[in-house]
């Protein structure tokens, strides 16, 4: 007996490229014992919007589009009881779960792989009492890059049109001082960039190594960079960013932890998931363990 899909395709994502492979897609869940219906998402929060009010009636839910299409569906499935199991298929710019979780671009291997996948515990960022992220949430240097970058860039330019972006603020660098809470006691300075992240791969550049991150323990990777006051400093940044030894340089603070909360002096402006987060003088973020399952 076939099993209900729904298929959830951004058409925006990227450069258009659900088009190809699409229909070939569609003939491997269906002999893979899936019958999917198409939904095109039709702007922002869409398909949250329909995960919220159609992921119940079928028995597996795949999304095609980038990072911010996914952590849509993810905290739409946070917001049901019983929610189905999730199946992937990148089609945006940076693709950082993606990456992490080392899925193909092309859509018929990537059905094959969810059609003959196991499911696999997936761990989701509660972000202050209401929201969700799927694999970062984080303030400061270059985190508004993603979402101010003009969509027209995105497709034309692809992950160029995110370091060009970048580079036209190098020079506008600032510092926060913060307090951050966590599993290991309080850790404060004056802080360029703080990310709470459950990902190997962060904006498609910065890394962290395979053996350090587990996506279903319960923990999150917390990555502190302090304000560089010199250029030693500044290389020591870039070399552990590089290298990804984040525990030779005191400059980038690395820790595990199952929650953190942030205290500012004045509102900080975050992002989840490459997407406005809105800002904040106190924020607490908390891991909810294995609370979605991929289909991988």
Request: proline fraction near 3%; aromatic fraction near 10%; hydrophobic fraction near 40%.
């Amino acid at each position: 007996m076939h099993k209900k899909m729904l298929l959830l395709i951004n058409p925006s994502a990227g450069k258009g490229g659900y088009k190809n492979g699409l229909g070939e897609a569609l003939e491997v869940f269906y002999r893979g014992g899936y019958i999917p219906t198409v939904c095109f998402t039709t702007g922002l929060g869409s398909a949250l919007s329909l995960t919220i009010k159609h992921a119940s009636d079928y028995d597996a839910l795949t999304c095609i589009g980038g990072d911010g299409t996914l952590s849509d569906v993810i905290s739409g499935l946070m917001r049901i009881k019983n929610p189905p199991p999730l199946g992937y298929m990148p089609a945006g710019t940076a693709n950082d779960v993606a990456s992490t979780l080392k899925l193909s671009r092309n859509l018929a291997v990537a059905a094959e792989r969810i059609v003959s996948g196991k499911e696999t515990a997936f761990d989701v960022g509660a972000f202050g009492p209401k929201e969700y992220f799927a694999y970062i949430a984080a303030f400061g240097a270059f985190t508004d890059v993603s979402y101010e970058t003009p969509q027209q860039q995105k497709r034309s330019l692809g992950q160029l049109a995110y370091i060009f972006e970048a580079m036209s603020r190098l020079t506008k660098l600032e510092s926060r001082f913060v307090r951050v809470e966590h599993d290991g006691g309080v850790t404060e300075g004056d802080f360029i960039f703080g990310g709470v992240t459950n990902s190997r791969s962060l904006a498609g550049v910065v890394r962290i190594k395979d053996s350090v991150v587990d996506l279903s323990d319960g923990l999150f990777e917390l990555i502190l960079i302090r304000n560089p006051k010199n250029l030693a400093n500044l290389n020591h940044i870039l070399s552990a960013i590089l290298s990804q030894n984040y525990d030779d340089y005191e400059e980038v603070v690395m820790i595990k932890s199952r929650f953190a909360r942030f205290v500012f002096d004045l509102p900080a402006a975050w992002t989840r998931d490459g997407e406005n987060g809105g800002a904040h003088t106190d924020l607490e973020i908390k891991n909810r363990k294995a609370a979605i399952r991929f289909l991988l």
